[in-house]
């Protein structure tokens, strides 16, 4: 398989930067120093990052219940808190997901499953996520129809999303929204676009999983039958 592949089914950094790790010559196969899309066999190939084996991980999934004023990331240079400093006791390294705001608050996931990182951010496998979004002013059809059939964006039109008036009371509107996309700020931009922009944003599921019974900030693992959905979900 292809090395950045192999380096984040192993945990050592989503696929992305684990491109990076092997530009800057932290990487090695077989003792030589290796390069981005160079194929490994993991049965035969010695690997190495930073001079220490790279050997596969128990796959690990958690869903979060992601609280306001937290950052999305594995690691903050600020020295704010983080996603991954909420989940204690998890043996192996893990990383979320995606992206939520530090406002955002929700359904977020955490693994050590690169390949499933991938594929649940890719429009192409069309996985669910569900939004509740408290936006201003009074929204009215010709605003939900825009959604429904694409919005233009500065990075390009977005796929169809399926949006729902829930509830309006002073001069605000609940809506459930649903997309597959995993740009930045996606929704926040797509109601921005309609002229509702959001007050509140609250990521309710991500396919079949939810953050029912947990209060922010907490977390658990997902169940067996959950995370067959998910690999299901994301054609592995």
């Not at 945990?11 to 077989?30: D, L, P, Q, W």
């Not at 981005?36 to 958690?62: F, H, I, M, R, W």
């Not at 050590?112 to 496998?125: A, I, K, V, W």
């Amino acid at each position: 398989m292809r090395l950045q592949k192999y380096l984040a089914e192993c945990s050592i950094a989503s696929r992305r930067g684990s491109e990076k790790i092997i530009n800057e010559g932290r990487v090695s196969v077989n003792g030589e120093i290796a390069h981005v899309g160079q194929s490994v066999d993991p049965a035969t190939d010695a690997v190495l990052c930073d001079g220490n084996s790279v050997e596969p991980d128990t796959k690990v999934y958690v869903v979060l219940n992601k609280p306001p004023g937290v950052v999305t990331t594995a690691k903050d240079t600020h020295n704010r808190k983080t996603v991954v400093d909420l989940i204690t006791g998890v043996s192996v390294r893990i990383f979320p997901v995606g992206r939520l705001d530090m406002d955002v608050t929700g359904t977020l996931l955490l693994t050590n499953d690169g390949e499933l990182t991938n594929r649940l951010s890719h429009p192409r496998y069309e996985v669910d996520k569900v939004y509740h979004a408290w936006v201003k002013g009074i929204v009215q059809d010709d605003a939900l129809k825009k959604l429904s059939q694409g919005v233009m964006l500065e990075d390009g039109i977005t796929a169809p999303a399926q949006a729902k008036i829930l509830k309006t009371q002073r001069e605000t509107t609940l809506v459930r929204i649903t997309v597959h996309e995993g740009r930045k700020r996606l929704v926040k931009r797509m109601c921005a676009a309609v002229g509702h922009p959001i007050n509140n944003l609250r990521r309710i599921s991500i396919g079949s999983i939810n953050t029912q019974g947990l209060q922010p900030g907490e977390w658990r693992y997902l169940y067996t039958h959950e995370t067959k959905t998910l690999i299901h979900l994301a054609g592995l």
